[in-house]
């Protein structure tokens, strides 16, 4: 029952994010598309004016890392605050909380799919087959699913400590700034001075990225470091979770 | 808990701290807090079936020890024990999103007071047409007028199906002919085996739905027993 609800109500939400975003927009849906095509041409002919790191096809290299990046930034920046928006929901019953937080991070999960889809049609039309082998593929869909495993985890820590120091949401957004630029998605691991490498070894999100960029750069990332990085991810849901469940019962109490 | 008992409180309390304003990272650090218990130390229990009215001044806690009761806070001592779904009648337009149309939202709304996928489909036409609201299922529901929100919010609640029904002034929401739907629902509700917690300053409607009434004062039980008695001297107290 309590399992079936959640599972309910965490789709109905997603679902009701996804539409009341373009609820009132004449073009209605064809936004989910026409907003990651705008995107994309942007990055194409801004970026890769400006930078090059002598990488052939750059303006695909950028498109593999800042698609699954807009995700996984605007996913974290729009739960953190959201249980505190959506008191009136909390205060109507006694509803599984975590479906807050993790509803927003499936509606934006689901246009980062759109996206990443048409950049896989693409791919197909620019005859960029290399990124469509098995292997490719299987790559891609591990990093996409540790991404999206990463991204709720640290929502649920973030969206529920926001709702007992609202300072977390300010926290959050410049963190995730700097993230930014110290991930390689705009340029490649291998322009990183080789004495400053190991300080990005800490970043898990170092592994997913390369992951994704294996048909254009290749970054040979010690197995072990790999191993370690997606233990890292998949810690944190865990403890995201359990963190969540322990603080939810007194969220009422500070909104 | 004993078998025909759904709601069992021991002595619960509940503190609050007092935020002036939002509290942020550096005040909480060298601001001293300043607590206020709204609960201290409250044994009741409700059997399954049970009406009871709870009266009290303003203050006295009466939506706090209701809010422990559905779950929707939890109290900082003392254990609550609640058996079976609980609707509450309490805050009728919490919940309802403002963008999304009343479909929608008698949709999300149901998940969120626990009914099934299934129960809302089921149920969904004697909602519409229980909150009259018919001609406007598809319109967004800030296009309502309060008077729809509230009928909307109550036939929700009455159309959830619950063991435990928690019932505050609702009975005055909406026009006259609402008033009498809603009034005649409740009492529908009585002659059924439903649990129900009745809070209201109206004291003849609480005497006449409730045989026994809880008088809260300053977060502490003063009287409980027989509607009549603890109205009376609840009436001359004041």
Known sequence: MRHNQFIDLLLALTEKEIKARYKHAVLGFLWIFINPLVQMLVMGFVFSLIFKFGIKDYYLFLFLGLLPWNFFSLAINKATPRIVWDRSLIQKSNFPRAVIPLSMVLSHFFHFAVS???????????????????????????????????ASGLSLITSAYNVFYRDINFIVQAVILIWFYATPIIYPFSAIPSNYQTIFYLNPLLTLFSLLQKPLVEVNLPLSLVLIHVLII????????????????????WL | MKNNIVISLKSVSKKYILHHEKPTLVESLFKTKEEFWALKNINLEIKKGQKLGIIGPNGAGKSTLLKIITGITVPTSGSVK??????????LEAGFEPELTGEENIYINGLLLGMAKKEIKNNFNRIVKFAEIKKFIDSPLHTYSSGMKLRLGFSLAAFSNPDILIIDEV????????????????????????????????????????????????????????????????????
């Open chain 1, 116 to 150: 990443w889809g048409m950049l896989m049609i693409f791919l197909i039309l620019m005859g960029q087959w290399q990124f469509l082998t098995l292997k490719a593929l299987g790559f891609q869909l591990l990093a996409i699913i540790l991404l999206l495993i990463f």
């Open chain 1, 234 to 253: 998949l810690l944190t849901l865990i403890l995201g979770w359990i963190f969540f469940r322990k603080k939810a019962p007194y969220f009422t109490d």
């Open chain 2, 82 to 91: 609640a058996k079976g779904r609980i609707a509450s009648l309490i805050d």
């Open chain 2, 171 to 238: 009975i005055t929401a909406g026009d006259e002919s609402f008033q009498r739907k809603s009034y005649e629902k409740i009492q529908e509700f009585c002659h059924q085996e439903k649990t129900i917690i009745f809070v209201s300053h109206i004291l003849d409607i609480l005497k006449k739905l409730c045989p026994q009434t809880l008088w809260l004062d300053r977060g502490k039980i003063k009287e409980f027993g027989l509607s009549k008695k603890v109205v009376n001297k609840y009436l001359h107290f004041n």
